[in-house]
């Protein structure tokens, strides 16, 4: 990953300011002959999209995304893809604030320490409205990794807003689209609906746990010792803005554990290894190993909050700053298709890059 | 990140098994004119060495770096720096039964489901003799560091062994170098050694924590959105051996955060901006801030225990495993050096990308 | 170089078809700060584009350049530039001919080998229409070079039409802006003008060589030994589409001299080295020596003429062609403006990966 | 290509100086399980080595290669390869001619006005010594495509020495080995033996023109439009010491060719499509057509030689140097093997690039 560029073989550059014309992404090394479409692609882009809830940010953007090239009469090309997003609803006003002052919390001096320049009518390219051009690339990847792993499902939703967690024995994917959260747990659900309203009457906000899973991963994706799997993963995560962590399988809590408790135990299946457990969260040595993918990250509270934070100006003088204007009081909520699309941008590198490598061919256990 | 070589400009790619004549590293894109030598190098691989206490693996090497090329009277020439490390105790052994059986929690079983072929003498390439190679590439880093920013300082040490934490009011870096723990809380170091004394006698192991901190980072480092400081951060800690968790800052806590109690206010200083706190871990939209960067990764428990574990055999058969050799209990104290070694790297790294495309310009606050 | 990107620091990515709604460029990684305009960029768009003079194809394209992002109050703000053109002229016809039928000297069969489907309305992807993307990012790239080295001149001009080439004793730069061939022989000028418009009256076409200079290159640009600059200009000219050849300097003529005959002999002159002579092109061991950086490269006939041809079918029948249409009878007249680019891009990243690793240090000579 | 390293999936990267202890190349990426050995490589080492004939260095190097990593039991695992020569005679003599004066047509002036440091021994890191890693690594290579596409056939020989050219007339595979020019021409190799002894004589030396041809390479490799196989054939190819010119196909003299002649016209054979010529040397939009890959490139003259020639010194004052040593009074004769070598590396990265993004599937053409 570098610049604004993420992956070796499946390939997205992602462009556009908060406040321009548009933003998009190219996606380039797409496998030919897939099936694409706007409208496959938009259903993944409206879960995105702002203003669907009062937990999420009011700004109005129809996200809807236009494919310039690289698909005809219905497939990929093979050839670079444009997808692109105009910005409908940078509304007028005054920035003076922002352009003269850094909201803590924000990119904004440090975008003005490296470049010397920022786009002071929003957050820019810091904003979190790149992530749309994420979610539109996601939905391509999503698209190839139906074809060539038709068993392959990526699931994201929430599992903590502030200091409430979900409690696993209540955990039922099928509530996950039930709720403005993503919240695969109805009671807690409720709960941070109440906790949300008090925060965004407060002008405060509160960050979040996004966990993002994939079934059906094939062994033998990932490619030791800088391109491991959860290396990659771990990249695509952090890139995402506010993430402040990432875990794989048993994460920051894997250093509490025993080697005994951690182990998890092999037997053999049916169709293969079986495990007693899933601590490693799909990944041994950077390569899955054909358990679920398990990847979580915590998203820091949003920035921009009506409490008044002291801060300074360019010309250096100090004062303080609150942050009018449309913002979500949990930013976490609107990562959750962000997290997939991650998910399932860098699954489909590593399965590329697999079959590249090895032709995708596989040392046999017990025959299998 | 990919396969085995990482970085953009500073580019480090690492080669050798275990239980192979040897391993190392080529470094490319260094700047030329920097003080480098074997005797330097190796002040820093002789931290991450084995066998420097009971609580680390008792295997004996001499991690003995040599470096072929790339240096010449006594400075780098800009060109690749080959540095080569002899393995010397591969103890002949059998190995009969690593070779037929998968061990839980390594890779055996990934690098043989991807690549139909692995080196059952150990660990082979997924061995954490690998980060040998690392901690000499760091050194390298180290001293173009200590050339192009002199007061940059990186600094890494255990906050956690097992369940028991490091009080962080009993911080004092000074006793970091004076326990065989890197533990800046001497109170605790004890109870560390207490507890890893029974583990080792239950052929048990355990987990741990490791911060790594840089001081006097210039801000302006890193390149949004892909190639954020924080995103290479994140995949450099991920893809050290048996990492599973990766924090910037407030980390995973950062969840449990109100924006209001996240934010790291911002203040004049004589010489730029100062802060309030540092939640942020010292970069804000990928960018450094100047303040302290800092990174915390959870390394989960050694997988080779005594004591029994099931498992499966290449020809499907299910059996149990006990590993025994030389193993560290807790693998996460010699985790330390590679997290600085990979820290110098990555900082290196995003300091020559930010010197190509920025020439160092800064903007201006207050006229400073 | 890769798939549709090319560039470390300063990296482009292209996209589009030929007979989609739009192609265009994504620029990366430009330093912040330097002026850009669509005006700007029109200038270099308009000597690229179709339809100039009878000599060029009769496509009528604006070849209009819209900047997307990247850019704020004028100046480049150190983020993705997106550098969109719209398609204007995908006239509508019968493109039956074109599905079914492979065009010889076309990529139609090896896109369709290769990934099973091709865009038949035109050249898709593999059309020279794709260069007007580099032209637009080559007048990114001009600006910045413009900004950080002001001696630099980039010089593009036609040593070649078809057996016909210029002779160096009538060269004149200021000849090259005056006749439709960017031909800096008058005489020669006129000898190509009666030449192509027999040609084209028979329906044929013929190839050409493209000479480009660059005046004023610092020293010391170049990564050796795969990174040198000669490869990269090499890659970059071979990119351009129906090239079959590149020469730096003396280029394939340097086979038939003997050492005594090619040594450039080096003297001093009052700002350090000046050399007698400069069969190297400027480029030692692929660093530039601070002479003019020379690279020619050979573009081969339009595929698309009038002659019917023999080919087959994608049942596999056999068949004749005849490509009826708008098209180039010398495409090479086109690729002057698009060598120019690919000059610009290859010089600016490799000044910014100079950058980057020396600091553009330099060692003195004679005290200079 | 970038720094030390070129390659996609298959990687090369390559460290060493010509008076250093050793050199070698990191091979990464290799597909798993292909048969490798030393004894294997030395064989295409042994045809590069110096000191075979009067017409070569008579340096004396054994070019010994050792694997030291990623091949276990024979074959390859996947994992880096690193592939280490030691230099044997590095004759100890007097360097401070070299170490003062800047040899003409030499890399010394711009390494030092790159990097402020040379390694004045000798070329260091931009001697042709470099090239013996190339040819091991080459070897890699080859086993590889050995097993993959059994069928593929690299075979490179010299088609021009100086001014005198091979007759095609004459053309005889199996003269190839037979004399030590690698000439396919028994007439025209008597001449430059003749023409070589004279040359050597008088302490000059001449250039040499290199054609590699790759017979059975499957349609559908290279990836446009900057990942193209010429574009990649192109800057390997230049990337070799002393070229100064690359062609594919037609090369320059496509410029002098009308469309009716150029055009490669098509018919179907029992096998599918089948040519009446390959002008377009096997590549059509930068992907292989299944005709033979035809590549050439021009040597230029070694530029040690015992002519005096003018040149300054590091202190910048005037004077003459002549080079005493071993050289090669035509460096184009050890570059065949080298060029061979790139192909392989190129062909194959391409073959697992290919393979990567469309799984080697393929667009049917009547029926097969």
């Given at each position: 990953?570098?610049l604004?560029t ?6 997205v ?5 908060s ?10 090394g ?5 099936a ?13 999209k ?8 009011q700004?109005?953007e129809?996200?809807a995304v ?14 670079p ?10 509304r ?8 003269e ?10 975008y ?22 994420r979610?539109a ?8 990794l139906?074809?060539l792993v038709p ?31 993503w ?20 002008g ?13 991963v ?35 809590a ?5 080697g ?7 037997r053999?299946g049916?169709?293969?290894p ?21 990847v979580?990250?915590?998203?820091k ?41 991650m998910m ?16 995708g061919a ?7």
């Amino acid at each position: 990953m570098s610049l604004n560029t993420f992956g070796q073989l499946f390939r997205v550059t992602t462009w556009g300011e908060s406040h321009g014309p548009a933003l998009g992404a190219v996606v380039d090394g797409c496998p030919p002959g897939i099936a694409v479409s706007e409208e496959a692609l938009q259903v993944w882009l409206d879960r995105r999209k702002p203003g669907q809830s009062k937990y999420t940010t009011q700004r109005r953007e129809a996200d809807a995304v236009e494919i310039l090239s690289g698909v005809f009469e219905g497939v990929t090309t093979g050839t670079p893809i444009q997808l692109l997003i105009r910005n409908t609803d940078q509304r007028s006003k005054d920035y003076g604030d922002i352009a003269e002052k850094f909201r803590p919390g924000h990119a904004d001096i440090t975008y003005w320490q490296k470049y010397g320049i920022r786009d002071y009518r929003g957050g820019g390219r810091s904003s979190a409205r790149e992530t749309a051009a994420r979610v539109a690339a996601g939905g391509i990847a999503r698209a190839a990794l139906a074809a060539l792993v038709p068993e392959l499902a990526i699931s994201g939703y929430m599992v903590a807003v502030g200091p409430h967690g979900i409690d696993r024995e209540r955990f039922d994917r099928d509530e996950i689209d039930r709720n403005p959260f993503w919240c695969p747990d109805a009671e807690v659900a409720h709960a941070w609906a109440a906790y949300l309203d008090e925060l965004r009457k407060s002008g405060d906000s509160v960050g979040a746990i996004v966990e993002v899973t994939a079934d059906g991963v094939p062994p033998g994706l990932g490619a030791p010792v800088y391109g491991k799997l959860d290396t990659d993963l771990a990249a695509a995560m952090m890139s995402i803005n506010a993430v402040k962590g990432v875990e794989i399988g048993e994460g920051m809590a894997a250093a509490a554990l025993t080697g005994s408790a951690n182990a998890d135990e092999i037997r053999m299946g049916p169709n293969g290894p079986v495990y007693s457990s899933n601590h490693a969260g799909g990944i041994l040595g950077g390569i899955s190993t054909g358990q679920p993918v398990v990847v979580r990250f915590a998203v820091k509270p949003t920035s921009s909050i009506l409490t008044p934070r002291r801060t300074i100006t360019k010309a250096g003088a100090e004062t303080e700053i609150v942050t009018k204007g449309r913002h979500d009081p949990c930013v976490g909520i609107r990562a959750v298709p962000v997290g997939e699309a991650m998910m399932a941008c860098v699954l489909l590198d590593h399965l590329l890059l697999d079959r590249g490598q090895t032709g995708g061919a596989r040392g046999a256990i017990g025959g299998a």
